[in-house]
C-alpha cells in the first residue's frame, strides 16, 4: 500500500528552537492517524509541515506523493481543518460553499449542502455567529467537500464542549468510511485517538516517541510485574520503556515483539492509554536510545 | 479567486468610492464658476476667488494627499494582517489555490481599485484646480495658492496620486503580511507612506528631470532677494520665472565660485537699535554686487510639469513592484 505521508529527518526550527526533528515517518494511505502528545510537543508544527503552511528547516516530507502545498493538483489532495477551525466572520455559511466551489477542482457541491441540511446550519447565518461547535461542523464541511485524498485535522474538538466533541467525531468518521478517505488528526486527548483511530503517532519534546498500528501497539507492549531486578538483565529484543521499583518488586513496560516467557514475571496487557502515556513520562534522555529500534514497529 | 478577493473587499472600496464620488459631486457644481471667472479675469483670477472656493482648494489638496495613505492603511495593512491574525488564511490557503495566485488576485485588485480612486480623485481636483494653477503659472502674483510644482500641490495633480496609492497599498501589504497584526500594520503603513512623501520630493524628485539655472544680479533695483539668517544667506525670489520650482540656490563671488555672504555684508546692515532703514539695506545690497556677488538659483521650469509627473510615477510604481515581489517571496518563505 502506498504512503500518505512519509517523513525522512524531518526537523523545523525556529531561530532557535526545534519544534520538531529528526521525524521520520511512514503512513500508509487509508488509515485513521491520531497524533497525541502534550501541549507544545510540535503536533501542530508537523500537520502545519504536512499541509505544506510551513516549510520544513531540515529532510523532507511527502504527501500523497507530492510535496505540501506544491501547485493546484497537490493542494486538492489535502483537506486541512486547522487549529481552532478558522472561518470567514464576515461571510454566511452559503457563502462559505459559494467560496469551496469557486476554489476547488472536485468540490462536491452536493455532498456540502446536504452536510449543511443534516447539520442545521442556517445557510444566511453568519460564519461569526457559529458556535463553536457549528464553526468546526463547517470548517469540517469545507475540508470534506473538496474531496481530498488526505484530510488533516489539527485540534478540531479541543474547544468544543464533550456532547459536541462527540457529535463531530461520530460525524468525521461516517464521512471517513464514506468517502474512503485518510485522515490525520492531532488531540492532546487519548480517549479521542482510542475511539476514532486505528494508528497513533506519540510525539513528546519535539521527537517522534513512537508509531504505529494501535493493535499492534496494543498487541507487544505488556507491563510485567515481578521480584525486583535489574531492567538492563532482560533478554534481547524487550525494550523497556519505562521501569520502576519497590523494595521488593519491579514494574516494567517493555515492547516486544516475541512472548514473554519468564515465568517470574507476572505479564498483564495494556491498553493504549496506558502505552501511550507511558511514553510520554519516560524521560527525555531515553529516547534516543531506543528511536532506531521503533522502525521495527511499521 | 477573483470572486472572493472582491467579497472581502467591497465593504472598505464602496467607503471610499463613495467619499471620492462625493467630492466629485462637490468639485463638478462649482468648478464651471471658477473656470468663467479664469477667462474674464486671467491671472488677476488669484485675487477674486471667493472663500468657499478657497477652502475648497485646499481641501482638494488635503484630499488628493489623504487618499493614498487611507488606502494603505485600510485597505492594504489588513489585507493580509487580518487573515493572519484570525487564522483565515489557514482556510485561504488550503483551497485549490496557490497562495502565490491568491496574492497575485488580491493585489492585482487592490492595486487596480487604489490607483483608480486616487486617479479619480486627483482627475477631479486636478480639473476643478486647473483655472488657479492656470492664473498662478501665467504670473499671477499670490501667496494664498501654489504652483503647480510647488510640492505642495504637485502629489496632488496629475497621475503621480495613482502612483502613490498603489506604492502605498502594496506597502501597507506587505507590512501587513510581516508584522502580522493589523493595527501596528496599519500605523507602520501610515508613518512609512508619510516619510517616503516627505524624502522624494525633498531629495529625489528635484533630480528626476533635467533642472534649470540662471544667476541673478545682487543689485537694489533687480529681483526681489530675501537677506536670511543673520544676513548670512541670501535667497532670490524667481518672480519672471512664473510657476518655478526652486530646487537649490548658492551665492558666487566675483570669480564665480560658490561663496559664503562675506561678513561686511552683516556688518553693514548692522544698526544701533531696531531693524536697518530701507536705504541702508538698499546701500548693503549695492556694495555687495559692486563686490561682484551674484545669486545662483537651480529650478525646475513650469514645462517640466509633465516630465517631473512621468518620472516620479514611474518611481513609485518601480517601488510598488518592487514591494510586490518583496511579498511574493515572504508569503512562499516566511509564513507559516
Known sequence: ?298 | MIWLSWRQFRTQAAVVFAAVAVLAVILAGTGPQLADLYRTAGSGLVDQVSSADQTLYYTGLLVVYAVPAVIGMFWGAPLIARELETGTHYLAWNQGVTRTRWLATRLGLGAAASMTAAGLTSLAVSWWSSPIDRAVNGGGATDTYFARLDPVAFAARGVVPMAHAAFAFVLGVALGLVVRRTLPAMATTFTLYAVVQVAVPMWLRPHLAAASRTTVAIEPDGGPISIQDGAKQIVAHLEDVPGAWVTSQQTLNAAGQPAPVPSSFADCLRTESGPPALQQIDGCVADLGALGYKQQVTYQPADNFWALQWAETGLYLGLALALTGFCAWWIRRRVA
Open chain 1, 1 to 298: 500500500m502506498s504512503a500518505v505521508l512519509r517523513a525522512q529527518g524531518l526537523g523545523k526550527r525556529y531561530k532557535q528552537r526545534w519544534a520538531l526533528q529528526n521525524c521520520d515517518l511512514d503512513i500508509p494511505s487509508g488509515r485513521v492517524v491520531g497524533l497525541v502528545g502534550p501541549n507544545g510537543a510540535g503536533k501542530s508544527t508537523l500537520l502545519n509541515l504536512a499541509s505544506g503552511m510551513l516549510r520544513p528547516s531540515a529532510g523532507t516530507i511527502e504527501v500523497c506523493g507530492g510535496r505540501p502545498a506544491e501547485g493546484v493538483e497537490q493542494l486538492a489532495k489535502v483537506g486541512f481543518v486547522a487549529q481552532d477551525t478558522p472561518v470567514y466572520a464576515a461571510l454566511s455559511v452559503a457563502d462559505h460553499l459559494d467560496f469551496g466551489k469557486r476554489l476547488n477542482p472536485n468540490w462536491d457541491e452536493g455532498l456540502a449542502r446536504d452536510r449543511i441540511r443534516r447539520l442545521g446550519l442556517d445557510p444566511k447565518q453568519k460564519a461569526g455567529k457559529l458556535s463553536g461547535g457549528q464553526r468546526a461542523q463547517l470548517a469540517l464541511t469545507l475540508g470534506i467537500a473538496k474531496r481530498p485524498e488526505l484530510l488533516i485535522l489539527d485540534e478540531p474538538v479541543a474547544a468544543l464542549d464533550p456532547l459536541a466533541r462527540r457529535e463531530f467525531m461520530q460525524d468525521l468518521m461516517e464521512a471517513v468510511a464514506e468517502h474512503e478517505l485518510s485522515v490525520v488528526l492531532s488531540s492532546h486527548l487519548v480517549s479521542d485517538v482510542e475511539r476514532t483511530c486505528d494508528y497513533v503517532i506519540v510525539l513528546v519534546d519535539s521527537r517522534v516517541q513512537v508509531a504505529g498500528d494501535i493493535d499492534d501497539l496494543v498487541a507487544c507492549h505488556h507491563r510485567l510485574t515481578g521480584p525486583r531486578r535489574d531492567p538492563a538483565t532482560l533478554p534481547a529484543g524487550q525494550h523497556v520503556i519505562t521501569a520502576s521499583h519497590t523494595e521488593r518488586q519491579t514494574t516494567l513496560l517493555v515492547r516486544t515483539d516475541t512472548a514473554v516467557h519468564d515465568p517470574s514475571w507476572t505479564v498483564t496487557p495494556l491498553g493504549l492509554e496506558d502505552i501511550v502515556l507511558a511514553y510520554m513520562t519516560r524521560p527525555a534522555d531515553a529516547v534516543r536510545d531506543t528511536r532506531p529500534a521503533l522502525e521495527v514497529l511499521r
